[in-house]
């Protein structure tokens, strides 16, 4: 089996190629680079079932040979990132998705979407399960990603009903693990970055919003059943597990000794007020659900933040 994954040099996509390989596929790896770099996939380097190439599939994707599988990946996905960078985040969610849906036809292959729970937008229920249409601003400064992975999973549809590609999709929900970069402005790399460097954690609003916090191995595992399922739907992949931010931020001060305090901001723009998946669906048609507890992949996670920090404190 060779498989094509966008974005396969960044924090999932990296991961995915392990897991790929490791059930011995041949992957190509496709990254413009803008949000990850290759060092996520160095180790990867010398498996001759292995290769990565720069290419940004917004613009084009050409792959030579055979492909099996085309997994879209590309994307930004942090705050910070799809509002540096709006219309690249709007244009690999669109241009992006043809074009991989595109080559996933041309070749006959499976198609896989990496899609987000943001497609909930600030929900008006919880947990959220799949049927919810959700209720995005599709105005607002989050649309940018929003509209995108929403376009992105209509798009895959269509191909699915139109031209009979065989498409899958998953609802990806908060994700961490090593590999994540520390300044990427999401909230564990966030709180992490401020506490080795000696900075107030910054809490938005008064910290009572809820997230879910899956660890990566536990998503990737079931991103790898759904893939080789017959379930066509969008899927729910998460952590059931509910914290607030405000319970999240204090966790994470407990791996540090004088750890610095909490300071409060005002709350962005339509961020969302709950987030929790249903997996419920997930269970029945994959038999999966997430099997690290909170603690124990924080303690992994912080570890690695540590590492990367004493080797690079300026990164």
Known sequence: MRAVITGGSGFLGSHLCDRLIAEGWEVLALDNFITSGESNVRHLGKDSRFALERMDVSERMEVAGPVDYVLHFASPASPFDYLKFPIETMKVGSVGTNNALGLARAKKAKFFLASTSECYGDPEISPQPEEYWGRVNSIGPRAVYDEAKRFSEAMTMAYYRHFAV????????????????????????????????????????????????????????????LMLSEEHLPTNIGNPQEITILQFAELIRGHFENAPPIIFDALPQDDPKQRCPDITKAKRILGWEPKLGLKEGLDVTMAYFKEQFAKNPAG
């Open 166 to 225: 065989d498409t899958h999709i998953v609802r990806i929900f908060n994700t961490y693990g090593p590999r994540m970069r520390l300044n990427d402005g999401r909230a564990l790399p966030n709180f992490a970055h401020q506490a080795l460097t000696g900075k107030p954690l910054t809490v938005y609003g008064e910290g009572k919003q809820t997230r879910s916090f899956c660890y990566v191995s536990d998503l990737i595992e079931g991103i790898y059943r």
